[in-house]
């Protein structure tokens, strides 16, 4: 993984908000399936922060001359200083990124549309509740005039001489 990527990931992590996303978690299963989406980060986050951002240590030359022989380890360090490790380039990146950016603006709608719904839910329930505690003192024309199309269908039965039998 080149410099770069490692960076954007690291900084991707620390973008990310747990708690928050936690807090919507109303299930059970959610949220054993959300832990283990975060341990898995976290263990892949942590296998990036050390494996792929550590440069490795130098090597003495000098420690190695004592031991085994200035010639075998000139020879080695000159084997050694010629490989030539090739830089990741990163192809990948490029071809899901674009599907990566329209997915995310398609959770985003449908974040903004289940907000709506959620909004929508909460006042249907409100009106329920309060209709509800209302309903033992509620007069007939009271219940109707909340719901004209139950007036219509009751009058229309009556008028047409129907009694449910």
């Not at 975060?38 to 296998?47: G, I, K, M, W």
């Not at 010639?71 to 899901?96: F, H, N, S, W």
């Amino acid at each position: 993984m080149s410099g770069r990527g490692v960076k954007k990931a690291v900084d991707a992590a620390k973008t990310i908000d747990w708690e928050g996303m936690a807090r919507m978690i109303v299930s059970d299963e959610a949220r054993r399936e959300f832990n283990s989406l975060r341990a898995t980060f976290q263990e892949v986050d942590s296998t990036i922060r050390t494996k792929f951002c550590l440069e490795p240590e130098p090597i003495d030359w000098d420690r190695y001359r004592k031991s085994i022989g200035s010639r075998l380890v000139d020879m080695y360090k000159e084997a050694y200083e010629k490989v030539e490790i090739p830089k990741y380039v990163d192809t990948v990146t490029p071809e899901y990124q674009p599907k990566f950016d329209a997915l995310l603006e398609n959770l985003k709608k449908v974040e903004q549309d289940s907000l709506k719904e959620t909004e929508r839910l909460e006042k249907e329930i409100a009106s329920f509740k309060e209709e509800k505690a209302k309903l033992s003192t509620m007069t007939a024309d009271e219940y109707f005039a909340r719901h004209p199309d139950l007036k219509k269908k009751f009058d229309d039965e009556i008028r047409n001489d129907y009694w449910g039998y």
